[in-house]
């Protein structure tokens, strides 16, 4: 499971290096910054919060009035990384689909 984890944050790591992060912000800082910089700069709050393997917190902040939204993930020593950002925000609460044979 340890190697697995190191390779999902390399994997990641690479993926933030490679990505054009649209809010130019910080690619990690401590959790009270980058939730103070989504806020004040572009209204986002938080949506979504989850589990990412045994130790991290993953989260979505959105801004409705502008459609704009950030994934973030907080490591144990406090420290919060953007993920990824993007714009055309939508919540949504779709339903599962029902089980069985569809015909």
Same mark, same amino acid.
């Given at each position: 499971?340890?190697?697995?984890?190191?390779? #999902? =944050?390399?994997?990641?790591?690479?993926?933030? @290096? $490679? @990505? %054009?992060? @649209?809010?130019? $912000?910080?690619?990690? %800082?401590?959790? !009270?910054?980058?939730? @103070?910089? #989504? $806020? !004040?700069?572009?209204?986002?709050?938080?949506?979504?919060?989850?589990?990412?393997?045994? !130790?991290?917190?993953?989260?979505?902040?959105?801004? %409705?009035?502008?459609?704009?939204? =950030?994934?973030?993930?907080?490591?144990?020593?406090?420290?919060?990384?953007?993920?990824? =950002?993007? =714009?055309?925000?939508?919540?949504?609460?779709?339903?599962?689909?029902?089980?069985?044979?569809?015909?």
């Amino acid at each position: 499971m340890t190697q697995q984890m190191l390779a #999902l =944050s390399l994997g990641l790591a690479g993926m933030i @290096a $490679a @990505a %054009d992060l @649209a809010h130019g $912000a910080p690619q990690c %800082d401590s959790r !009270d910054a980058v939730t @103070a910089l #989504l $806020a !004040d700069r572009y209204g986002e709050t938080r949506r979504a919060v989850g589990i990412a393997g045994q !130790d991290a917190v993953m989260e979505v902040f959105a801004a %409705d009035a502008t459609g704009t939204w =950030s994934i973030t993930m907080t490591l144990p020593d406090g420290m919060m990384c953007l993920m990824a =950002s993007g =714009s055309g925000y939508e919540a949504l609460a779709e339903e599962l689909p029902a089980k069985g044979d569809p015909a």
